[in-house]
């Protein structure tokens, strides 16, 4: 399986700011996902991010306040921007990676926004 | 739009009791995946579910799915306090449309 790190961990921004967040990965992967988990809340796919390619959006999710980048094959960020208290969430990145059953979804540890 | 549904959403549970999560999703698939959520922590894969007819079994858990009644159960056998959890459920649509789509999630609460 793939191992996935994110940074940052945690952070406490004021609102009308921006973060970005890393998502770093041990081995080369073709896909990566961006998703965000509301406070006691399931998971929503925000994005899938391919390398080479724009970042495909899901609905109710956009570019200009969710960009992301991948520059290769192991890395890719995703900014929040103008940030208000409801994008207070826990943002968590995945690979794509085969195992010995098939292709399977790993997910980083996320990255637990708060936002004043 | 594929919709993954789960029930019960909370679930108590005394020790060594067994229970069932349950597991519905709307559109015709064959992919179907478990996910361990501990508090503040990150999703684990439990379970990987490929084909109509699985059945995967870990510890005293046990996952399958019947694609044809597009269901999937979690099954929890003689529960014990380490299972205390949220449990997801979630489905893709195949070979080149893999983005997840998660269940609302089953918090478990084992107690002795």
């Known amino acids: 399986s793939a191992v996935i790190s994110q940074k940052p961990s945690r952070d406490i921004c004021q609102r009308g700011t921006s973060l970005t967040i890393q998502c770093q990965v041990d081995?080369?992967?073709?896909?990566m996902f961006w998703y965000r988990q509301q406070p006691g809340q399931s998971l929503t796919l925000i994005a899938t991010?391919?390398?080479?390619?724009?970042?495909?959006?899901e609905s109710g999710f956009v570019i200009d306040k969710f960009p992301i980048s991948r520059p290769n094959l192991t890395f890719s960020t995703l900014t929040v921007s103008n940030m208000s208290p409801e994008d207070s969430s826990i943002y968590l990145c995945?690979?794509?990676?085969?195992?010995?059953?098939?292709?399977?979804?790993?997910f980083g540890p996320g990255t637990r926004l708060t936002v004043l | 739009e594929l919709k993954v549904e789960q029930n019960p959403l909370f679930l108590s549970m005394q020790e060594g009791k067994n229970y069932t999560i349950y597991c519905n999703y709307s559109?015709?698939?064959?992919?179907l995946y478990w996910y361990r959520q501990d508090p503040g922590k990150s999703l684990e894969s439990l379970f990987v579910?490929?084909?109509?007819?699985a059945v995967k079994q870990e510890g005293r858990l046990m996952a399958s799915l019947d694609t044809k009644a597009r269901l999937s159960t979690l099954h929890i056998t003689a529960a014990v306090h380490d299972l205390s959890a949220t449990y997801f459920c979630?489905?893709?649509?195949?070979?080149?449309?893999?983005?997840?789509?998660f269940g609302t999630g089953t918090r478990l609460t084992i107690i002795p």
């Open positions: 991010a391919n390398q080479g390619s724009e970042a495909t959006y």
């Open positions: 081995s080369q992967v073709t896909m």
């Open positions: 559109t015709t698939s064959d992919r």
């Open positions: 995945s690979v794509l990676s085969g195992t010995t059953v098939g292709n399977e979804q790993f």
């Open positions: 979630a489905v893709d649509l195949g070979f080149g449309n893999e983005k997840l789509t």
């Open positions: 579910l490929l084909s109509n007819g």
